[in-house]
Nanobody, 122 residues
Framework: VQLQASGGGFVQAGGSLRLSCAAS????????MGWFRQVPGKERDLVAA????????YYSDSVKGRFTISRDNAKNMVDLQMNNLKPEDTAVYYC????????????????WGHGTQVTVSS
């Protein structure tokens, strides 16, 4: 599986960005999909995830109510709509796919795309 993230950029606080992740190589219909972010010197953290069966979503407390994850298995894509962005959202964002049929939304991510930088100015 190859994952390609796009849509990052520079935005002022309060603004919005939409990240997209396109997959190739095989279908992602049996994989949970997640968006992670990482700042220098810190661990990569999960911010949002969507289960393979469209049943469940996960949001970290820091983004709940502001970010929305969506997926389209037919198009092999997953997006992250980010609204009301804050300077603390500044990070490199990565999309990831879980192992097949993974039961947890917060672990067992096996496939990673290259990151896309999001910078939010105050």
């Amino acid at each position: 599986v190859q994952l390609q993230a796009s849509g990052g950029g520079f935005v002022q606080a309060g603004g919005s960005l939409r990240l997209s992740c396109a997959a190739s190589g095989r279908t992602l219909s049996r994989n949970n999909m997640g968006w992670f972010r990482q700042v220098p010197g810190k661990e990569r953290d999960l911010v949002a995830a969507f289960s393979w069966d469209y049943v469940s979503t996960y949001y970290s407390d820091s983004v709940k109510g502001r970010f929305t994850i969506s997926r389209d298995n037919a198009k092999n894509m997953v997006d992250l709509q980010m609204n009301n962005l804050k300077p603390e959202d500044t990070a490199v964002y990565y999309c990831a796919a879980s192992a097949d049929w993974a039961g947890s939304l917060t672990s067992d991510y096996r496939y990673w795309g290259h990151g896309t930088q999001v910078t939010v100015s105050s």
